[in-house]
């Protein structure tokens, strides 16, 4: 379907875009007098660069999903009646790892973003440490040597 103006900015809120085939970007705030205002201007600059994102932003042109892919506003295009079910399925992967690993592994992209590199390795640095502190590290690496699947309980 379509993200556009303030759908495209909630969109761009996620921590990924799983677009259908058909899906359509863009901010045509432009096309009624204003400009985006909920930080579409800056995550789409982040996203997908400074041209595009003028073009996107000064234009009001709207960027089909394989564009939108290979922009990298997008993670991933599913076709149309998959949608949903590959969605869940990514959503049910991500929830069945450890899920302190998820929350900082997240953390440590978001930094990547807005950070100097140091900072942002330090974090990482420290982060990755921490969680040979959990229990799911030990499960996790115990699994891997007994080749089976691991059983993470968020401690």
């Not at 205002?37 to 595009?52: D, E, H, L, N, W």
């Not at 996107?56 to 922009?71: F, H, I, K, W, Y």
């Amino acid at each position: 379907g379509y993200a556009l103006g303030g759908g495209c900015e909630v969109a761009m809120m996620c921590d990924m875009i799983f677009a259908s085939e058909s899906a359509q970007f863009g901010q045509p705030e432009i096309k009624i007098g204003v400009m985006p205002g909920m930080g579409g201007s800056q995550r789409m600059t982040r996203a997908v660069g400074k041209a595009k994102a003028m073009d996107m932003v000064l234009t009001g042109r709207m960027m089909g999903a394989q564009e939108a892919e290979r922009a990298g506003l997008v993670a991933r295009v599913i076709a149309d009646d998959a949608l949903l079910d590959e969605t869940m399925e990514a959503a049910r992967t991500i929830a069945g790892f450890g899920q302190n690993a998820v929350l900082l592994a997240r953390e440590a992209v978001d930094r990547a973003f807005e950070t100097p590199l140091a900072e942002g390795l330090l974090f990482e640095r420290r982060a990755f440490h921490s969680l040979f502190a959990t229990d799911d590290q030990k499960e996790g690496m115990a699994a891997f040597m007994e080749k089976r699947s691991p059983d993470f309980t968020g401690k």
